[in-house]
């Protein structure tokens, strides 16, 4: 039963004749006649009977006229559905990132995309780097903001990264340290210090003790917690110094240093799928996202 054949079988009943569905549908009568003849002989019953010069549907037509109503409707509804999606009339985009990310650096894209798209839904997870490109990986997530060492660009199976931004990071430590007013140390000075450090799943700890090891330093982690506002906290109440991201750290008022000898800068990326295709919603938040950084670059080329 095919959907061509539901509609001229709708259209005979509603015109009475062969001709006329033939005309209202732009076709033969013929090909009316041996559509409807085909149908009823897959359904192996007589679906019309002909009285007084006009087409009558029999008790197994009435039957199939109402299903194919329904069918038709559905098929209607669920093609303008979809055409609204494609236009991004609604939507969803499901997106994965850090909590830092999500403060201080998205709030200009989603203010931009809920702008340009007031009905699509963006519906927010945060999470570690290895969470996030799993949630990728498995369609749970469209797409994922996440930090990556820029001498060490990731190289994820099925995921590619657009570099967005860069973000420095640099170490905030209790008000009454040492370091006084100090704005800028060298590692060698973090010898032995007491560190309150990012969860092993994270990508930034792993950048930062990579850089230190270089050096030659290695810190006394003394915790481990899952995001930067724990840290700060373990920070302001003076049981450690931790590394943060400069904007956040400018944000908070904690007192800082940076580093004059190591480059603690890493690459803001937009991580998705090369083997899902990323619906309509999701590709427009993607250029959303990738317009900032296509603007910088121009400017970066200009100068």
């Given amino acids: 039963m095919e959907l061509q054949q539901l509609r001229m079988f709708l259209q005979l009943l509603d015109a009475g004749t062969y001709v006329g569905a033939g005309e209202k549908l732009h076709v033969a009568h013929s090909a009316v006649h041996r559509q409807i003849r085909l149908l009823e002989q897959e359904l192996g019953q007589r679906l019309v009977y002909r009285s007084g010069g006009v087409t009558h549907p029999t008790e197994a037509g009435r039957e199939v006229a ?13 093609s303008h559905r979809i055409a609204e999606k494609s236009i991004l009339g609604s939507g969803q985009v499901h997106l994965g990132t850090g909590t ?6 998205l709030p200009d894209i989603l203010s931009a995309f809920r702008k340009a798209y007031p009905k699509v839904d963006v519906q927010v997870m945060t999470g570690a780097a290895p969470e996030i490109l799993a949630g990728i990986r498995d369609s749970t997530l469209d797409l994922g903001i996440v930090f990556a060492d820029p001498e060490e660009p990731p190289a994820e199976d099925g995921i590619r990264f657009e570099p967005l931004n860069r973000e420095e990071f640099v170490l905030i430590v209790p008000p009454s340290h040492r370091f006084g007013r100090a704005r800028v140390v060298e590692s060698a000075d973090l010898r032995g210090l007491p560190l309150i450090s990012l969860s092993r799943a994270s990508r930034i700890r792993h950048m930062i003790e990579g850089r230190l090891e270089k050096a030659g330093v290695t810190m006394h982690t003394i915790m481990e917690l899952e995001n930067e506002e724990a840290i700060e906290k373990m920070v302001g109440i003076g049981l450690g110094m931790g590394f943060i991201s400069r904007r956040r750290a400018d944000a908070t008022g904690l007192r800082y240093v940076r580093l004059s000898d190591l480059n603690l800068h890493a690459l803001v990326c937009v991580a998705y799928s090369t083997r899902i295709p990323i619906a309509p919603a999701g590709r427009e938040f993607l250029v959303t996202c990738l317009k900032p950084s296509r603007r910088r670059i121009v400017r970066e080329l200009l100068k």
Avoid: H, P, S
């Avoid at 109402?66 to 669920?78: H, Q, S, W, Y």
């Avoid at 830092?100 to 650096?105: P, R």
């Fill in 66 to 78: 109402e299903v194919a109503r329904r069918v038709l409707k559905d098929i209607g509804n669920l």
């Fill in 100 to 105: 830092t990310m999500l403060l201080y650096f």
